[in-house]
């Protein structure tokens, strides 16, 4: 038994299960308790054993033996070698009963005489008894640490999100897919969007307020309320490729009395590089009347708890003033669009992200293959059904000064600098602004550029959504291949 002896610091805990019990505890070593969050109040650091044990602790500290004979809240197993004859039968016929509820020990007889006294000795129920409060108080402190803030909440491995920053901001990483890029293999400001959209949802999901409804609460649904967003700013630095891996925060806080306002960052993993944020703002529509409503004070008080007052753009950089309406005087327009069935969400109307590429559709191919989309700003006004026929309209904005200086330039004297080179007009006399933005990008790149947008039913010219966009230049992309 002598080349059997190990100190406390050969002790591995594994198998543990929060919320329930500790099932199985190995003596294996002290580090390896510190690396599963219980080394903080492992202190005896010498406690010595003469032989391998096998330890079940249990966390309410009901039905704990040492070969059947209760001990200060721990069961034991003879570990070392067994046969089925011996120690590892008589463990599995071990009971252990007394009278006036005091536990008692049945030993095989052939159990060796030196072992079996050890194994009753106050000596090593003491090391036994001094081993589990260790754990036992070590779950305790880690429990306390995670209601204060202090650690993380265990990661949702399918959706690979978790809590962080005191269980305020939700945080998931995604990998860009194939299907999520271009012809140019970055990824589309509505991959961004339905990304956005999918963080958002898992947040009500792990914070335990989602419902049944589409990141509805428990009180919003008692109250027959939905979520619908009013407005939508993205700002993008730099998108993501195919391959990348990002990783999304977000947080929501209150906006006025009615209202909630939803806020991502868009990150880098590898770099921890700044790609993109977005701020939104939702009210509540009644399910049945389709009408918007106030906030209950039930759901007010089930959603406050979570609120983070922080902003993911820049006060400077957030634009609040209204976006302008457009009239049939718009210069680009794009007629009969028509939703899928695939375009609603669950609340059975079309999914805002649908409306962005609405919005693309009036906007002419060769800026979009020489520009790309910097800033996204999204009015929403109505509700768009199954049944609804769609007319989406464009026109550049007065801020536009480059395109509007390009143009007149060229219908006075033919020509115009464009970046630094002369370029003829190759469009007729007379053409609009609109033909010759587009003729102009595809003899030479502009920028910035900057429209409005609006999306309206073709049957009564109803609003549907106001938006605003801000283009760049697109540089040249280099990535490796996959």
Same mark, same amino acid.
């Given at each position: *038994?002598?080349?059997?002896?190990?100190?406390?610091?050969?002790?591995?805990?594994?198998?543990?299960?929060?919320?329930?019990?500790?099932?199985?505890?190995?003596? @294996?070593?002290?580090?390896?308790?510190?690396?599963?969050?219980?080394?903080?109040?492992?202190?005896?650091?010498?406690?010595?054993?003469?032989?391998?044990?096998?330890?079940?602790?249990?966390?309410?500290?009901?039905?704990?033996?040492?070969?059947?004979?209760?001990?200060?809240?721990?069961?034991?197993?003879?570990?070392?070698?067994?046969?089925?004859?011996?120690?590892?039968?008589?463990?599995?016929?071990?009971?252990? /009963?007394?009278?006036?509820?005091?536990?008692?020990?049945?030993?095989?007889?052939?159990?060796?005489?030196?072992?079996?006294?050890?194994?009753?000795?106050?000596?090593?129920? !003491?090391?036994?008894?001094?081993?589990?409060?260790? @754990?036992?108080?070590?779950?305790?402190?880690?429990?306390?640490?995670?209601?204060?803030?202090?650690?993380?909440?265990?990661?949702?491995?399918?959706?690979?999100?978790?809590?962080?920053?005191?269980?305020?901001?939700?945080?998931?990483?995604?990998?860009?897919?194939?299907?999520?890029?271009?012809?140019?293999?970055?990824?589309?400001?509505?991959?961004?969007?339905?990304?956005?959209?999918?963080?958002?949802?898992?947040?009500?999901? *792990?914070?335990?307020?989602?419902?049944?409804?589409?990141?509805?609460?428990?009180?919003m649904i008692r109250h027959n309320?939905?979520?619908?967003?009013?407005?939508?700013?993205?700002?993008?630095? +730099?998108?993501?490729?195919?391959?990348?891996?990002?990783?999304?925060?977000?947080?929501? /806080?209150?906006?006025?009395?009615?209202?909630?306002?939803?806020?991502?960052?868009?990150?880098?993993?590898?770099?921890?590089q700044v790609l993109a944020r !977005?701020?939104?703002?939702?009210?509540?529509?009644?399910?049945?009347?389709?009408?918007?409503?106030?906030?209950?004070?039930?759901?007010?008080?089930?959603?406050?708890?979570?609120?983070?007052?922080?902003?993911?753009?820049?006060?400077?950089?957030? @634009? /609040?003033?209204?976006?302008?309406?457009?009239?049939?005087?718009?210069?680009?327009?794009?007629?009969?669009?028509?939703?899928?069935?695939?375009?609603?969400?669950?609340?059975?109307?079309?999914?805002?992200?649908?409306?962005?590429?609405?919005?693309?559709?009036?906007?002419?191919?060769?800026? +979009?293959?020489?520009?790309?989309?910097?800033?996204?700003?999204?009015?929403?006004?109505?509700?768009?059904? +199954?049944?609804?026929?769609?007319?989406? *309209?464009?026109?550049?904005?007065?801020?536009? !000064?480059?395109?509007?200086?390009?143009?007149?330039?060229?219908?006075?004297?033919g020509t115009a600098a464009v970046?630094?080179?002369?370029?003829?007009?190759?469009?007729? =006399?007379?053409?609009?602004?609109? =033909?010759?933005?587009?003729?102009?990008?595809? !003899?030479?790149?502009?920028?910035?550029?900057?429209?409005?947008?609006?999306?309206?039913?073709?049957?009564?010219?109803?609003?549907?959504?106001?938006?605003?966009?801000?283009?760049?230049?697109?540089?040249?992309?280099?990535?490796?291949?996959?």
């Amino acid at each position: *038994m002598s080349g059997t002896h190990a100190s406390l610091q050969k002790c591995q805990i594994f198998g543990k299960q929060p919320g329930a019990s500790l099932q199985e505890l190995k003596l @294996v070593g002290l580090s390896q308790m510190q690396k599963n969050g219980c080394g903080r109040m492992a202190t005896p650091a010498k406690i010595k054993l003469l032989f391998p044990l096998k330890v079940e602790a249990n966390v309410s500290g009901i039905g704990k033996k040492v070969n059947g004979t209760k001990v200060n809240g721990t069961k034991v197993e003879m570990g070392g070698k067994k046969n089925k004859s011996s120690l590892e039968e008589e463990e599995e016929t071990t009971t252990a /009963t007394a009278a006036g509820g005091q536990p008692k020990s049945s030993f095989s007889s052939t159990m060796p005489a030196g072992l079996k006294a050890y194994a009753q000795s106050p000596a090593l129920q !003491a090391m036994l008894a001094a081993l589990a409060n260790v @754990v036992l108080a070590a779950e305790k402190q880690r429990k306390l640490e995670e209601i204060a803030g202090k650690t993380e909440v265990p990661v949702d491995a399918l959706r690979q999100g978790r809590l962080v920053e005191g269980k305020l901001v939700y945080r998931q990483t995604f990998v860009i897919r194939s299907y999520e890029v271009g012809a140019d293999k970055t990824a589309s400001v509505e991959t961004l969007m339905n990304h956005f959209q999918e963080t958002a949802l898992n947040h009500v999901w *792990m914070v335990g307020l989602a419902g049944d409804g589409f990141g509805a609460t428990h009180a919003m649904i008692r109250h027959n309320l939905i979520w619908v967003v009013s407005r939508m700013q993205v700002q993008v630095e +730099q998108y993501p490729a195919w391959g990348d891996v990002v990783e999304m925060d977000t947080w929501v /806080t209150g906006s006025g009395k009615n209202g909630m306002r939803r806020d991502w960052l868009v990150r880098d993993y590898k770099t921890g590089q700044v790609l993109a944020r !977005a701020t939104s703002t939702w009210v509540m529509m009644n399910q049945k009347t389709r009408r918007l409503s106030k906030m209950p004070n039930e759901v007010r008080e089930e959603i406050s708890p979570h609120f983070l007052e922080r902003s993911a753009i820049k006060e400077n950089n957030l @634009v /609040t003033q209204k976006i302008k309406k457009l009239d049939d005087s718009a210069q680009l327009v794009r007629s009969g669009l028509t939703p899928k069935r695939s375009d609603l969400d669950m609340n059975q109307h079309v999914n805002n992200v649908k409306y962005i590429g609405w919005m693309m559709e009036s906007i002419p191919s060769a800026i +979009q293959e020489g520009h790309e989309l910097e800033t996204l700003i999204l009015e929403y006004r109505r509700e768009c059904s +199954q049944s609804d026929v769609v007319q989406s *309209m464009t026109s550049t904005e007065s801020s536009t !000064a480059q395109a509007h200086n390009i143009e007149a330039e060229v219908e006075m004297n033919g020509t115009a600098a464009v970046n630094g080179e002369e370029r003829t007009a190759p469009f007729p =006399s007379g053409a609009t602004l609109s =033909s010759a933005l587009q003729e102009i990008s595809n !003899a030479s790149r502009i920028g910035p550029l900057q429209f409005t947008h609006l999306l309206r039913l073709q049957v009564d010219g109803a609003e549907i959504v106001r938006g605003s966009t801000h283009w760049r230049l697109k540089k040249p992309f280099h990535h490796n291949a996959h």
